[in-house]
């Protein structure tokens, strides 16, 4: 019912610029979306293409099986929270939150509970009377969320939802939505360029980067099978360790080490490889990278740690509290089992499969 | 210490400089032989009798309200639709024609195109017509209006409008529902200004109504004379004050009912 299709879709705009680059891409009815990339790279103007409010340039926006790409905006059925809540400042919440009744001549007394009831389920009741301004930041995202709620639409999209509220409260913020998107069950699509939060929110991830899709998939396999080096640098609150190095005797030359590759690789000789290994998979062993241990970064629980290998590459691993080694002390690590991934040194490709198993 | 009397003394005597006028036309209209000083009055209310009985006196303020309601009504529908226009819509030189606009309607209305307006609306037949003179009047105001609510529209949030076509607002209600109300302070500011304008002009009037009996207060203000042709100081105090009000009751009313701003609902 609220499943969305595009098909070879491109935005360009009258300056040139393709922001969306014939991009396909399926997202299955009351799935929770999140499209993921660097400012810049086309996401929220692939959001607004499917909410109607750009015009799609070339290509197929389908919504439900029909074609809507040349359906105006607010006749998709299509509800969408902008990044900066676009309260009507006028308005009260309750007359807020009617707005789209209001505009199909609904009956007063429909509109008024309406927002009584979308307000109640927000937890909005007690500031129905209130004007937008005098509301707190997450008051205006709930108030924001219930209008779009109230249109009764078949799919949700939300713009930065989380990125105006402070660190603290976004974290509220985000179990509030997760919960929220899972009891309505609306396919809900959102934008970010916050890794953790789309990681921790969403169903699949595409992550984007000059308006293409660079991977598609669950945050697991995201997380720990980025499908090239682009995705690889970007998922993950600590950067992956990205080595180059090659393949001689069936063994991975990095960082002066010599590394098995993943089982089920068959490496030729003399291929440039980029090894990708994440700090957190990186555990000290009496065998593997060595290097000399020049920063310690205190995340909390643990530490990062980044140390200098021989040909002056850096390589950060992450270590238990109470565990953080000297400046300048030589440490040895090498990764977890199944956790070394290789790129190829010239497509920055992953090697092998990007599935994941359970 | 010093510094502080000389302040004193000086803000004193330019506040003096200010108030005499205000506290002429504040007592002048009732002594019963006003003059062009300040004095305490000595009370009377025949002033206003002999006002009342003048021909043109009362007549002429409506020829004013009439004359302004056209200008101010036109001006400022006009003005917001176009600004409204010109700040969403792109095209190629648009900020050379506001300018142009802008540096034109000084002259359109000034005094360098009185022949070329008085001779377009005598052949128009144009000339004594209330309708008519306010329209002109209009027409210079428009560049300015545009100009200063274009600016303001500019600064009201697009993602207002888009919110309101996702919702799915016609083009109609996002103008009366989201546009209109959130530009209401500036609406309002040009509504005065516009009004201000047309009630203190002398020259088009002027020149347009030939007839006395359609000539507003700022044109027969002028002709206010007794007799011997000096100023007539029974009617002109009392008309001077009935000739303010009308400004400063619709600022009053306005700045009360519409000069608050709207902010919040953008998190910026």
């Given at each position: 019912m609220g499943a969305i299709e595009l098909t070879g879709l491109s935005t360009v705009y009258p300056n040139g610029v393709r922001a969306v680059d014939s991009l396909d891409l399926a997202i299955r009815d009351g799935e929770f979306f999140a499209l993921l990339g660097p400012s810049g790279c086309g996401k929220t103007t692939l959001l607004r293409t499917i909410a109607g409010l750009e015009q799609a340039s070339e290509g197929v926006v389908s919504l439900a099986g029909s074609d809507v790409t040349r359906v105006e905006a607010g006749k998709r059925g299509v509800a969408m929270v902008f990044q900066d809540y676009a309260l009507f400042p006028h308005m009260t919440v309750a007359q807020n939150i009617a707005y789209p009744l209001r505009v199909k001549r609904a009956p007063k007394q429909a509109q008024t509970a309406a927002a009584e009831s979308k307000a109640a389920g927000l937890g909005l009741s007690a500031l129905l009377?209130?004007?937008?301004?005098?509301?707190?930041g997450g008051q205006q995202q709930r108030v924001a969320l219930a209008r779009a709620i109230a249109m009764e639409a078949s799919v949700l999209l939300l713009d930065e939802?989380?990125?105006?509220?402070?660190a603290r409260l976004r974290l509220d913020a985000r179990t509030f939505l997760k919960r929220l998107q899972r009891d309505l069950g609306l396919t809900t699509v959102f934008v970010t360029h916050d890794q953790a939060e789309a990681l921790a929110l969403a169903d699949r991830i595409a992550v984007m980067s000059d308006g293409k899709i660079r991977q598609l998939g669950t945050p697991k396999e995201v997380f720990q099978r980025p499908a090239d080096t682009f995705v690889a640098n970007f998922i993950g609150s600590t950067p992956m360790n990205l080595l180059p190095g090659s393949v001689s005797d069936g063994l991975v030359e990095v960082a002066g080490a010599r590394l098995a590759p993943p089982a089920d690789l068959a490496l030729t000789d003399g291929t440039p490889v980029v090894a990708g290994i994440r700090p957190e998979y990186l555990r000290r062993s009496t065998d593997g990278i060595t290097g000399t241990v020049s920063i310690v970064e205190n995340l909390g629980v643990t530490s990062l740690v980044t140390i200098e290998c021989p040909g002056d590459t850096l390589v950060g691993l992450t270590v238990p509290e109470h565990e953080e080694p000297e400046i300048g002390a030589t440490l040895t690590a090498s990764p977890d089992q199944g956790r070394l991934l290789l790129y190829h040194g010239e497509t920055n490709q992953l090697l092998g499969e990007a599935a994941v198993a359970d | 210490m010093l510094r502080r009397s000389v302040y004193v003394v000086f803000m004193a005597v330019v506040l003096a400089f200010f108030a005499v006028p205000m506290l002429w036309l504040a007592s002048a209209p009732f002594d019963s032989d006003p003059g062009l000083g300040l004095r305490w009055p000595d009370w009377t209310l025949d002033n206003w009798r002999i006002t009342f009985d003048h021909p043109y006196a009362l007549g002429s303020l409506v020829n004013s309200i009439v004359l302004c309601v056209v200008a101010t009504a036109v001006t400022t529908v006009l003005g917001t639709l176009a600004a409204y226009a010109l700040s969403r819509v792109r095209i190629p030189g648009r900020d050379a024609l506001l300018y142009l606009l802008l540096l034109l309607s000084s002259v359109v209305t000034g005094t360098a195109a009185m022949v070329p307006i008085f001779v377009m609306m005598f052949q128009l037949g144009l000339i004594n017509s209330q309708y008519a003179t306010g329209l002109v009047i209009a027409g210079g105001m428009l560049p300015a209006a545009i100009f200063i609510l274009k600016d303001f529209i500019d600064s009201v949030p697009r993602s207002y409008e888009e919110s309101a076509r996702v919702f799915g607002a016609s083009p109609t209600q996002v103008l009366l529902h989201v546009v209109l109300p959130v530009a209401r302070p500036g609406i309002a500011t040009i509504l005065v200004w516009a009004f201000v304008q047309a009630w203190g002009n002398f020259l088009l009037p002027f020149l347009l109504l030939r007839d006395v009996e359609q000539q507003p207060a700022a044109v027969l203000l002028r002709t206010l004379k007794d007799e011997g042709g000096s100023a007539n100081l029974t009617v002109i105090p009392v008309f001077s004050l009935l000739y303010a009000i009308p400004v400063v009751a619709l600022y009053l009313f306005v700045s009360k009912r519409y000069g608050f701003r709207f902010h919040g609902g953008i998190k910026a």
């Open positions: 009377e209130r004007r937008p301004a005098q509301l707190s939802p989380l990125s105006n509220l402070d | -």
